[in-house]
């Protein structure tokens, strides 16, 4: 990789291990997405489940963009603590989350917010709970295109549900919601695949607006799906990983033009056998739901190969010729980084000149902030 672009300068460095991010490509990324929806900001809603940090939405803002969606009620809460005008919650509210969710949109009146639903009877119930606080809830109908995690199915009377949840009256609904992470593969089959199913909601959608006369948004995809979605008139696009970018998708995404900028740093604690050498990034210090040969990757020399990972250690093979010594720095791209990053309170913020000058706390990876 060009010019040791992870080397950060010795004596602005802490203890390891820990989580860095570098200030030049999280804006290289920001460009590369606004490119991507040629300019038109009015598509961008990215999602912060990635880095749940403030100052990352700052950023968002800077660039002026400054519509969000988001997993939690404490990701929710953190945009509205940081002035984002536009918040999605794409995770539908029940059992507590219910008041939590009032509780959210009463204490940050300033905010807009939205959030989906998927059946009629989790509607009725946000129906109830609005109806009892003299509010009125903006939702999405979330429809389940093949993942299989939430959503209704298309295979079923999705529209009825739809005029059925706009008879609510202390609802306002507004359009649709599509997450397809289970798209993959290369770009061409992506591309095939969810246009086929896009191309059937749209002709229902723009049916309904026919029936009804009112003008319905569509919120869709994520990284996978991105570059479909970023073509399509009136879609707003929910890419999270952007930001920071990682292995896997630099290894399975590679027509999208973002550049990795997260990167964890270790420190050689070890040096058991001649040929293997211990590190201090265990399982706690990277996401591990992968099998070992996808949880991390050396960027400072490609010859040194993950063998053991517990929760404090990493062993390291060295199919190489340097001499690596105790106490030596070791740079890895994670495969995962959105739950590598929830995994640590702060990360260190490295500026054009290579030098850590400040961090930022990692605030929304705790599961309530005040609400």
């Known amino acids: 990789m060009q010019n040791n672009w992870w080397k950060i300068n010795r004596d602005t460095q802490i203890d390891t291990p820990f989580l860095a991010v570098y200030e030049d490509r999280m804006q290289s990324n920001i460009d590369s997405l606004i490119a991507a929806v040629q300019g038109d900001l009015s598509k961008l809603r990215p999602h912060i489940k990635t880095h749940?940090?403030?100052?990352?939405?700052?950023?968002?803002?800077?660039?002026?963009?400054?519509?969000?969606?988001?997993?939690?009620?404490?990701?929710?809460?953190?945009?509205?603590?940081?002035?984002?005008?536009?918040?999605?919650?794409?995770?539908q509210p029940v059992g507590l989350k219910k008041q939590r969710w009032i509780t959210l949109i009463e204490k940050y009146r300033d905010a807009t917010f939205s959030t989906i639903v998927d059946n009629l009877k989790s509607a009725k119930e946000l129906n109830t709970i609005a109806k009892k606080n003299n509010l009125q809830l903006t939702v999405y109908l979330d429809l389940n295109t093949g993942m299989n995690r939430t959503g209704v199915a298309l295979s079923e009377d999705w529209i009825y549900l739809a005029r059925s949840i706009m008879k609510l009256k202390h609802l306002h609904f507004v359009g649709f919601h599509i997450y397809d992470g289970h798209v993959k593969g290369a770009i061409e089959n992506r591309t095939v695949e969810v246009a086929e199913s896009f191309q059937n909601i749209i002709a229902n959608i723009n049916q309904l607006q026919e029936e009804t006369n009112q003008k319905f948004l569509v919120v869709a995809g994520g990284s996978n799906t991105f570059p479909f979605y970023a073509t399509q008139e009136n879609v707003e696009c929910s890419p999270g990983t952007f930001i920071f970018w990682d292995l896997n998708y630099s290894t399975n995404l590679p027509e999208q033009d973002f550049k990795t900028a997260a990167v964890l740093v270790g420190t050689i604690i070890s040096q058991p056998t001649p040929t293997t050498f211990c590190i201090d990034i265990g399982y706690k210090s990277v996401a591990s739901e992968n099998t070992?040969?996808?949880?991390?990757?050396?960027?400072?020399?490609?010859n040194l190969i993950p063998i053991s990972h517990s929760e404090e250690h990493l062993v390291l093979e060295n199919h190489g010729n340097y001499n690596y010594k105790v106490g030596n720095t070791i740079y890895a791209l994670p495969y995962h980084v959105c739950p590598t990053c929830n995994l640590y309170e702060t990360v260190q913020v490295v500026n054009n000149q290579k030098d850590i000058y400040t961090n930022w706390k990692v605030l929304a990876r705790n599961k309530k902030i005040s609400i």
Not at 53 to 81: P, S
Not at 292 to 302: C, M, Q, S, Y
């Open 52 to 91: 749940k940090i403030g100052e990352v939405l700052e950023l968002f803002k800077k660039n002026n963009i400054d519509k969000i969606k988001c997993a939690t009620i404490a990701e929710a809460e953190l945009a509205a603590m940081y002035q984002v005008s536009d918040i999605l919650l794409a995770y």
């Open 292 to 302: 070992l040969d996808k949880r991390l990757v050396i960027i400072n020399d490609e």
